[in-house]
């Protein structure tokens, strides 16, 4: 293609132009020729075309309009491959992938809604069995962060599945450049959850009262958080073996589901917040 029109910043528009970075986010992805892919965001199609050579099926969901219309009329000849133009921080996941179909989402991601189309396809029902997505770096960080340095994004993403950073990219292999630099992240997501949990809007209401403060200590978090006594928040902490001196980032992943199952014990009646993770 030679005619492009400009890149649109509101639309997280920078489009890759180095192909070793495509080839680095092909090859975590493991493709085999029988794979369904979901790809977000195709933009020109620099992902898109090495990606309907190498599977069986491929539906690519833009929201730009000519951008959409465009891919769509390049891959018309392609019966295997659907360009689909919705949001996909929206889009009605069955309407893309059949529910008994098995698939991968991959993408180099607009930054601007790289959290919430994660987040939506991590919590689906119908969830991507492993996700190859490109974000700034130090959202990667926090993804895969270790005990020490967690976050409300840590947990929401360890609680699916394994993330890993698989390379660091630079400003250079995009058009326009971002400020920033990003990194490809894998993650290998879970078919159920890491924690065993009654309801996860109840876990992430506690979550994200234990990072109300992440400077404070943990039990001042959950007291202030949760609105409960000192006393409250101290035995809860203490029937998971949590020593509430500790900051919230440096509680594991199955520190929070020691803290989860010793609140419902004391509180069983709490109401989940249904809107408390999308709040953050
Ligand atoms: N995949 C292309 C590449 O690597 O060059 C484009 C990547 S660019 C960072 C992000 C793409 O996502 C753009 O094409 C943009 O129009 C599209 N996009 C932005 N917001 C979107 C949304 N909410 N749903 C689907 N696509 C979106």
């Known amino acids: 293609m030679s005619h492009h029109t400009p890149a649109k910043k509101s639309l997280g528009q920078n489009f890759l132009v180095d192909r070793r970075i495509v080839s680095r986010i092909l090859s975590a992805a493991d493709l085999t020729p029988g794979d369904t892919v979901l790809e977000i965001g195709p933009g020109r199609g620099i992902l898109t075309r090495p990606l309907a050579e190498r599977t069986s099926a491929l539906t690519a969901i833009e929201l730009d309009d000519n951008l959409a219309s465009t891919l769509t009329t390049e891959f018309a000849s392609l019966p295997h491959v659907r360009i689909v133009h919705a949001d996909a921080r929206e889009v009605d996941i069955s309407s893309v992938v059949a529910p008994d179909i098995a698939y991968k ?68 292999s995009f058009r326009p450049a971002p400020k920033v630099t990003s990194a490809i992240v894998r993650i290998e997501v879970y078919p159920q959850p890491a924690l065993p949990l009654d309801s ?56 929070w589901g020691s803290l989860y199952a010793a609140w419902r014990l004391r509180y069983p009646e709490t109401d989940a917040h249904p809107q408390s993770l999308r709040q953050n």
């Open 105 to 172: 989402l991959i993408a180099n991601l607009p930054y601007y809604a790289a959290q919430p189309i994660i987040r939506r396809f991590l919590e689906a029902a119908h969830k991507p069995t492993l996700m190859v997505v490109m974000v700034q770096r130090e959202v990667a960080r926090t993804m895969t962060a270790a005990p020490g340095d967690m976050s409300l994004l840590s947990v929401a993403t360890q609680l699916y599945g394994r993330p890993r950073i698989v390379a660091s990219v630079p400003p250079r």
């Open 200 to 255: 996860i809007d109840a876990f992430f209401t506690l979550v994200r009262a234990g990072f109300s403060a992440p400077r404070k200590q943990v039990h001042n978090c959950l007291q202030q958080g949760l609105s409960v006594t000192r006393d409250a928040a101290e035995t809860m902490l203490s029937d998971a073996g949590i020593d509430p001196k500790r900051r919230p980032q440096t509680l594991s992943l199955y520190d």
